[in-house]
């Protein structure tokens, strides 16, 4: 079956280390998503990707990078820049880039956390 | 941006029809409405969208509105499987960001009681 694979489940990281959660999708899918969401709130945009070698910042890209080198895989990086780095990261992809009429799919998220 | 308005929360007994309301008074003519849910845990999964028209598919109904400023989600027959978060969304179809992400608020808990 088609999907979208987020890798680990769960991640902790020590204070000052950087960590890259991994985002893989077989749906031939242009566009690919990163949100970042905090218990109890919605999701915030942290990049986008419509296309490969190229991605955008959201409204929250501050201490976080990408790459999108391959069009199934969308790393993210959370950086030691990342004052609250501890969420739970969701990626997403869509067939296209803009998404107005047509719907994203959601892998199940990786939750991190600061030891 | 336009934005929408949702219930904190509701409740449901299940196989009975739910209807989940959503608020977007300041919706411009070409956003098109969204509504995807989220177990715990999960990421969100998409529901239904549209643009005008009411919507059918095999998960839900989308009614709309005439004059668009707002929106329904029915679930016909609410199960105990349909206990999420409900995020009713717009987006934009011109060449913007707005068309290119979903901006999402904080949902309707639906809680459906046995």
């Known amino acids: 079956d088609g999907g979208i694979t987020q890798s680990p489940k769960y991640l902790f990281r020590k204070e000052g280390q950087n960590v890259t959660l991994s985002c893989e999708q077989n749906l031939n899918h242009d566009a690919m998503y990163w949100y970042r969401q905090d218990p109890g709130q919605g999701l915030r945009l942290i990049y986008y990707?419509?296309?490969?070698?190229?991605?955008q910042k959201g409204d929250i890209a501050e201490g976080y990078s990408v790459s999108r080198e391959k069009k199934e895989s969308f790393p993210l990086t959370v950086t030691s820049a990342q004052k609250n780095p501890t969420a739970f990261y969701l990626c997403a992809s869509s067939l296209r880039g803009r998404i107005y009429n047509q719907p994203q799919h959601f892998g199940d998220g990786t939750r991190l956390s600061i030891l | 941006d336009a934005k929408t308005t949702q219930p904190n929360s509701m409740e449901s007994n299940e196989e009975e029809p739910v209807h989940l309301p959503c608020n977007h008074s300041?919706?411009?003519?070409?956003?098109?409405i969204h509504w995807y849910r989220q177990l715990p845990s999960q990421g969100p999964e998409y529901v239904i969208h549209?643009?005008?028209s009411n919507v059918n598919n095999r998960m839900a109904s989308l009614a709309i509105a005439e004059d668009r400023k707002s929106s329904t989600l029915i679930l016909h027959r609410a199960t105990l499987r349909d206990a999420a978060v409900y995020y009713c969304?717009?987006?934009?179809?011109?060449?913007?960001?707005?068309?290119?992400?979903?901006?999402f608020g904080k949902g309707t808990k639906l809680s459906v009681i046995p």
């Open positions: 990707s419509q296309i490969v070698n190229d991605f």
């Open positions: 549209g643009l005008t």
């Open positions: 969304i717009l987006t934009k179809s011109y060449s913007g960001a707005g068309s290119y992400q979903l901006t």
């Open positions: 300041t919706i411009s003519g070409t956003d098109y």
